[in-house]
């Protein structure tokens, strides 16, 4: 049972927290989050599974799928996040119950905050923000890293100046900090470049 | 330093946490003869080497993996990286 | 006659303003601070660290010794900044340092006179006796006569982030080396960086201005720039230096950013990767030690050079040369065509090729000493077989040759080689494996075809390895050929002493005589005894000079000596950069809790558990001591209902087929009778048979479990999950997923908690007694259509519940929850409350999971299960552990009781052979009206009733306390049941 309308204010809306010409930084609703952790030998199955359900292969190794309003973010070995908007609930555990013999599921909606960083900075943000050479991985990536002392992903498209940035929920308002931090400091010298 | 993780590639030492010597995987099997022998060798007694040390490291940050790396502790150059769950499973 | 390009630049648009010492002067854009003090006339920059002695700009770039400055920007004070490498900007204010009361008539350069007992080993052999003067007035004595510059402890103005940079090729130094090598590795297609630590391109072009391809150094330079800026995959970088190389091909650098004026200083600490590294760091002069060759007026001849053609300075008029080696024979050569009347070299070799009528030459001669004390005014020379001379002169410019800038490379412990030839140390043994490559006169080739010859070949030849291939270059032809002819010379021997080697550190030539006498002979003895090479420089104009001059003393070769090793970082590094964002409030990421934003509107004080911020107490607004505020929230608990978030103990969801044998193993205590919908208790080992952690686990189906741990063991026990399952037991077919942060969990608890709980929900009946036991588990439904877990658990001993709902749901159950909450008396209770209900329940927690307690301390051996494999069950059973005779039990007492007091017996001796046991928990008990406390105790039980001494040393307290059961409340766990 899910009321969309009983959600915490701080995760029911949208908040614009800089809007400029060459960067927009949004601190984004709650979404709709769930784990998949395949069991042993389940994976033919669950793969299977998946194109039926929601008429989208899963992802390769730290990559991301996605398909209208269907995201698939690789975690781990046999382990993905699906991602979608929080009022398709009700829709989506329909499909979710069709997996319980073959995965573990958690619903992990609540316990991430999702940050949406646009514009012609993103590349210059991100060689601030992240220790690893995403230039060399594929074109749609989900990278897994340390930020700030804490582990978050980073879902980040080659070709499109879009990055989203997942943090557990807790970290929220430190991450936004520092987050708005890196933007400030970008826009500050980029005049330098 | 960066370590070659097998699934993720090159990823900076930062999101790793060191466990210790690799001969942590050969855990005793339960109710042999001389386990309390066993085990006090398996936790405690162990080689210190000047060259190629197998040691496991955890990706906390990353996929949080276990990993077996083979490093050189006096060049710390770092050999062969592989998933410790692939090794025995 | 080369067209002076940057006299055009000299307008009065590109004047810019500073204060120097207080005089307002005038500089232009290009300048460095040290470029604009010459042309102001300004000599006397500071005073030297040891002898206060007055000393001049030395050099004109990062291997500046003397002139170091302060810059002051409102109340911050920035020392020992180099002025040779600061960036001239509009309100500048900077200041000498190291005197008192004026930088003209400083009163410690009183110690120059006492420079016979001030020497080498001074302080070791001076400052011994009486020892107990140490604390009270040598050391902070030595302490204000220290240092050069002073700390502002105001906040820095610098704002730093953190960067992170790849590449294939990376290229330190964009001088010809550097320029070259870039665009044929740029070619080559790879991602390239170059990387240069001045504000302008060009390196030694800058500074010799060279003829190449007939242009001069500056069109030459700015074509290949240009190419290089036009390579989509080259990234070419000012301003910045790189600090140093680490393992695996990484490097740290920083780069500053233009300083238009006072404003905030950017700045980013980079970590570069790169797949190989060229470094073409260039080469740097070294002087030749005299007597008095340390005063201002005294420069390296390639400063000269620099300050000449680079800054177009004019103030050079009379100017002798004291060398070993060809180069000032073309310094000379540019001072005269720019119009100095003036010029004298004095050399000490025998054979000199150059015959110039516009220099006097001095040839097999010596500088002996020099005449001045705040500017030069004069040298004494001594040729072989002459009567000695002296020369008038407004500047001297000394040149003992070159040595290859090759730092960096040795900071991975490659050891360089002295190179007879060049007299300088190169890097020639290193791997090929290695990540670098020193090119260029970093690598000992200094002429100026030969380095492009050599760079070119080089480079291609490396490309060539890995096949690459890169668009052929012409060679650069230049056209100014320069000779170096050098011959080994290091100290004069002419007059006795006060001659510099090291002018940062005030080192001299009789230093190195007395480390040597005093058998300090290695270089590193040599070095810390001298202090030799010990300054912010590093030691990069006077280290080689010691070297030759230990080698003569020693009659050792330089090669057999070898050179002390460097470290990082390259050049002195702001701790700013390092800092970046995380200082103050933002030095570690705050954790908030769900209830965080509940909390702070009704008052709570928060407390920090790692990295949590958990609300500690909720202050009443009569209420102004904490411990009023705390009985009353334990009070409540125990005789209406209170509530208090736990969602930051850890939460692990475990699934699969496995996971009742997987938890089997993990915790130490019997789990296979765990039903579902039950919950139970979990005491958790470590290997070697201590307690890791504890915590409850709750059966939700057939292979559906959730754990929970301490909130300061979630991510160990996580880890160590991990690490059973992944390289333990990786056949069984169980998944581990955190979900601490997707539930927020309270605990409500108290005599009306289920009424309470009862009136929010759906069906009030789901969590009757009957239908929800104690240590049951359920899924119910709130009125408003919510669903949560119930978990029907107690740490307090109350009648208790745990409730744990989604995250995103937490705001709207804390609002339902306090408005039934009234009729109840419900309030809500934090860290401090929460500890003194378990304390008074006997529960363990954290302070007696300390690592040195096994499940025997905490008498729990009965719930041991020995008959299966788990984690630590095995070396439990050691001896050791097994005849541990600590127990837990309960102290009270009519006095406070501290933590981690010991305790002895009331006849016995207060000593270690004496201590019975140590207290690890403790509080107030409102509930008795008395102090209570744990606490390990040799004996246990069969104590209970004994009077003993509570001591803490620390405090200086003591106190008696009776010995009692640890569980002061409920014994029975009636409460529980109910």
């Known amino acids: 049972m899910f009321k969309y309308n009983l959600v915490n204010k701080s995760v029911a809306k949208d908040k614009i927290i800089l809007k400029s010409k060459d960067i927009t930084f949004i601190k984004k609703k709650i979404k709709l989050i769930y784990s998949f952790s395949i069991y042993n030998g389940q994976s033919t199955k ?95 990536s989900v990278i897994s890293t340390s930020f700030y002392g804490i582990r978050c992903l980073f879902v980040n498209n080659l070709n499109i100046n879009k990055l989203e940035v997942l943090c557990p929920i807790s970290f929220s308002d430190s991450i936004e900090k520092k987050l708005l931090n890196v933007i400030n400091f970008t826009k500050a010298v980029q005049s330098n470049y | 330093m960066y370590i070659e ?85 | 006659m080369i067209k002076n390009k940057f006299k055009n630049l000299k307008t009065h648009k590109n004047k810019i303003k500073f204060i120097f010492d207080g005089k307002t002067m005038f500089g232009y854009k290009g300048d460095t601070l040290a470029s604009a ?74 110690f120059d006179l006492f420079s016979n007992f001030l020497v080498a080993g001074f302080y070791y052999k001076t400052f011994k006796w009486p020892s107990f003067f140490w604390e009270k007035l040598y050391e902070p004595m030595i302490r204000k006569a220290a240092g050069l510059g002073k700390v502002s402890t105001n906040p820095s103005r610098v704002i730093s982030e953190k960067g992170y940079l790849f590449c294939d090729f990376l290229v330190i130094g964009s001088g010809p080396t550097g320029l070259l090598a870039a665009l044929i590795l740029g070619n080559s297609g790879k991602s390239v960086i170059l990387m240069e630590q001045d504000f302008v391109f ?206 960096i490379s040795t900071h991975t412990n490659e050891k360089p080689v002295w190179n007879e030839q060049v007299l300088s140390f190169v890097q020639k043994k290193i791997s090929k494996n290695s990540n670098i490559k020193c090119l260029g006169s970093a690598d000992g080739i200094y002429e100026l075809n030969d380095l492009f010859i050599n760079t070119k070949k080089e480079v291609f030849k490396y490309l060539k390895t890995l096949n690459l291939k890169s668009k052929n270059i012409d060679l650069p032809n230049v056209n100014t050929k320069e000779t170096y002819n050098i011959k080994p010379f290091w100290f004069v021997k002419y007059g006795s002493d006060r ?93 908030l809790t769900p209830s965080h934003a509940w909390s702070k509107k009704n008052n709570s004080e928060f407390v920090e558990t790692g990295l949590w911020y958990r609300s500690q107490w909720y202050p009443k607004k009569n209420e102004i001591n904490w411990l009023d505020t705390v009985n009353r929230e334990v009070l409540n608990v125990r005789n209406n209902v209170g509530f208090c978030d736990v969602s930051t103990l850890g939460k692990i969801d475990i699934q699969g087929k496995d996971s009742l044998e997987f938890i089997n193993k993990i915790y130490c205590n019997n789990f296979n009778n765990l039903s579902i919908g039950k919950v139970k208790y979990g005491l958790m080992l470590r290997e070697d048979g201590m307690i890791m952690d504890d915590g409850t686990t709750a059966r939700l189906d057939e292979n559906h479990f959730i754990m929970t741990t301490t909130t300061s063991n979630a991510e160990k026990v996580y880890q160590h999950l991990e690490f059973c399952h992944q390289c333990l037991w990786p056949y069984m077919d169980v998944n581990l997923i955190s979900i601490t942060d997707s539930f927020s969990q309270f605990s409500v608890a108290g005599p009306n908690s289920r009424k309470l709980l009862q009136s929010i929900l759906d069906n009030s009946e789901e969590i009757s007694n009957k239908n929800l036991p104690f240590m049951g588990f359920k899924k119910i439904w709130l009125k408003n259509g919510l669903s949560a877990k119930i978990f029907r658990i107690s740490f307090s001993g109350e009648l208790a519940y745990e409730i744990s709902i989604e995250t995103q749901y937490s705001d709207v159950f804390l609002e339902i929850l306090e408005k039934e909450g009234k009729k109840f008396n419900l309030s809500p209770y934090g860290t401090e409350a929460l500890s003194v209900l378990r304390i008074e329940k006997g529960h363990i927690s954290g302070p007696e999971i300390n690592g040195n307690t096994s499940p025997l301390n905490v008498n729990m051996l009965n719930i041991l299960n020995f008959q299966k494999d788990c984690v630590g069950n095995i070396l439990f059973q050691r001896k050791k552990i097994l005849n541990n005779n600590l127990r837990l039990v309960g102290l009270l007492s009519d ?84």
């Open chain 3, 499 to 591: 001659k510099w080697v090291d002018f940062q550190n005030d080192v001299t030539v009789k230093d190195i005589q007395i480390s040597y006498k005093e058998n300090f002979r290695s270089i590193e003895h040599l070095k810390r005894y001298s202090t030799l090479g010990m300054g912010t420089d590093q030691g990069k104009v006077g280290n080689i000079v010691g070297l030759g001059i230990l080698s003569e003393i020693s009659n050792k070769s330089i090669r057999n000596i070898g050179t002390s090793t460097f470290r990082p970082p390259y050049v002195p590094a702001s701790i700013d950069a390092f800092v970046g964002f995380t200082k103050n409030k933002s030095f570690k990421a705050k954790r």
């Open chain 3, 202 to 407: 060009g390196g030694s072009l800058n500074r010799d201005n060279p003829i190449i391809d007939n242009v001069s150094s500056k069109i030459w330079k700015n074509k290949i720039i240009t190419r290089l800026e036009n390579l989509p995959n080259v990234r070419t970088m000012k301003r910045t230096t790189v600090l140093g190389m680490y393992d695996h091909g990484s490097f740290a650098a920083t780069e500053t950013f233009k300083k238009e004026s006072v404003k905030k200083q950017y700045q980013i600490l980079w970590r570069v990767k790169s797949k190989k590294t060229f470094l073409c760091s260039g080469s740097t002069e070294r002087h030749i030690s005299f007597q008095n060759n340390d005063i201002p007026g005294i420069m390296l001849s390639s400063s000269i050079r620099e300050y000449t053609n680079r800054w177009q300075l004019k103030t050079f008029k009379n100017v002798v040369f004291f060398t070993n080696n060809d180069y000032p024979y073309y310094v000379a050569r540019d001072l005269i065509s720019r119009g100095t009347k003036q010029v004298s070299i004095v050399d000490v070799r025998k054979e000199i090729k150059f015959s110039d009528p516009t220099i006097s030459i001095y040839k097999n001669a010596e500088v002996i000493n020099t005449k001045g004390k705040r500017k030069i005014e004069g040298v004494f020379i001594k040729a072989k077989n002459k009567p000695i001379l002296f020369l008038h002169c407004d500047t001297l410019g000394v040149s003992g040759g070159w040595n290859a800038n090759i730092q």
């Open chain 1, 46 to 140: 669950f793969k299977n599974n998946f194109k039926k359900q929601f008429n989208l292969s899963l992802p390769n190794i730290s990559e991301y799928s996605k398909l209208d309003k269907i995201t698939v973010l690789w975690i781990r070995d046999n382990s993905y996040f699906v991602c979608s908007d929080f009022n398709l609930k009700k829709k989506f555990e329909k499909s979710v119950n069709t997996f319980y013999s073959l995965a573990s599921i958690t619903d992990q909606s609540g316990g991430w905050a999702s940050f949406f960083i646009e514009g012609s900075l993103k590349k210059m943000l991100l060689e601030k923000m992240i220790n690893i050479d995403y230039n060399k991985l594929s074109e749609k």
């Open chain 3, 37 to 110: 003090l010459l042309a102001n006339n300004i000599n006397m920059v500071g005073r030297s660290f040891k002898y206060h002695r007055p000393r001049g700009i030395f050099a004109s770039g990062v291997e500046e010794p003397n002139a170091l400055v302060e810059i002051i920007e409102d109340k911050n004070i920035i020392p020992n900044i180099k002025a040779t490498t600061l960036e001239l900007y509009e309100g500048l204010i900077a200041k000498s340092q190291n005197y008192w009361p004026s930088l003209k008539f400083d009163i410690l350069g009183i």
């Open chain 3, 895 to 978: 006095n406070k009781i501290h933590s981690g007091s010991l305790i002895f017996d009331k006849d016995m001796k207060m000593n270690s052979e004496n201590e019975l046991g140590y207290v690890s928990s403790s509080c107030f008990s409102p509930c008795l009206g008395k102090y209570i406390a744990l606490c390990f105790f040799s004996g246990g039980e069969k104590y209970f009733g004994k009077n003993i001494i509570v001591k803490n040393f620390l405090k200086k307290y003591k106190t008696f306390a009776k010995i009692c059961s640890p569980v002061f409340i409920d014994k029975e766990g009636k409460k529980l049941r109910v």
């Open chain 2, 5 to 89: 993780h097998p699934l993720l590639g090159s990823r900076s030492i930062d999101e790793f946490i060191y466990y210790g010597d690799a001969s942590l995987l050969k855990r005793p099997v339960f109710n042999q003869n001389k386990i309390l022998e066993k085990f006090h060798k398996y936790l405690y007694l162990r080689k210190n080497p000047n060259g190629i040390h197998s040691e496991l490291w955890f990706h906390l940050y990353g996929d949080r993996s276990w990993l077996i790396v083979e490093r050189d502790t006096k060049t710390h150059e770092i050999r062969n990286v592989i998933l410790a769950n692939k090794e025995l499973g």
